[in-house]
């Protein structure tokens, strides 16, 4: 494989790393050009050379079907849509379109370099392994020199206090990726110390997260693959150990580190309603993909800080947010997307894909671009036809 593919792999994942602190706004907005976006363009520019064996995975295979076929939907709840948007929502919503459709092709880039020089199996191997390490590092030094993100809320990031978020700014997010991170450790193969020392260590991280639905998604990850790989006492107990040890967390202040908190609760369960509300008076199509953000703004339910937050623009459970946006014809096509991939996953890989459907409905991320990094390229690595650990 070129050096120019792995280049790119190289920028994408650094600028995953980097976190979206650096995002460029581009006026009038809501539009924000974050780093990982030139790599994903460059990518995609890479996938027209290598079409021919992209077109193959798309007649043949089932996941990208169902993708393109929800891709297409999506613009027909964005073109169909009965929001009464001015021209500039209307192409801010379009492009968030185009850059989901774009932020997919890391799948079969990923899957085509397999196929035409499996030994680029290690050099993504210890690609993510390096980027997990890093954001791992960097997570403590955050948590003990900048654990305040109260000053950043003006850009419209939540105000978390002492908690790790590393550069991804939220804990919520932060805390998916480190369960990613242990369910992909689980197939390599070292040393024993070094598996229980990163095993330690990404669970410590995990753990100062605070954030419950991160601990969920790693709760059913585990135990799926506990149950698969028939160790299922092992990760019983481990998990109960991990669990009780969280009431030994330190308290240090603020609602963000009570675990029994219900603020957030009731939040997420307005949300939810409201996005129910949606698919009650357009269960079809929807109101258009990407055009929640104005329907908020339209009916006054968000806050002056519309165009800048970050949470105005979806629903707290990506599938709500799929049926809202496009309608149950686009959730039952996207499901289907969801299945067909799973069933391509080895054990490892269904399990990493159970922990972010679980954290899915807490959370939007299914279509956070910083998640659909992580989870393609796994996505990729994990596939049943790839039998084996990777040694590193």
Sequence with gaps: M???????????????????????????????????DVAVFILNLWIITKWSEVVKLYRQRLEFKAFSAFVIIALLSWLLSPLSLSASDK?????????????????????????????????????IILSGIVLIVLGWFQYFLYPDLRNLYYLGWDPHYFRIFSTILDPNYFGLILVLFFLFSLSLQQVFYRQILIKLVVLATLAFTYSRSSYLAFLSGILYWAYLSRRLLKYFLAGIIFFGSLFLLPRPGGVGVELERIFTVRERLNNWQQAVEIISDKPFLGIGFNTLRFKIRDDKRSSEDWRTNHAAGGVDNSLLFVAASSGLTGLAVYLVFLISVFRKLNKIGKSMMISVIVHSLFLNSLFYTYILIWLYILSALMQKEVKGNTQV
């Design 2 to 36: 070129s050096k120019t593919f792995k280049t790119v792999f190289i920028l994408l994942l650094a600028a995953a790393v980097a976190g979206p602190l650096f995002g460029l706004n581009i006026p009038p907005g809501p539009i924000v050009l974050y780093p990982p």
């Design 91 to 127: 192409g801010i919503a379009l492009l968030y379109l185009l850059r989901f459709a774009a932020y997919f092709q890391i799948y079969p880039a990923v899957l085509v370099s397999l196929k035409m020089n499996p030994p680029i199996r290690k050099f993504f191997t210890r690609l």
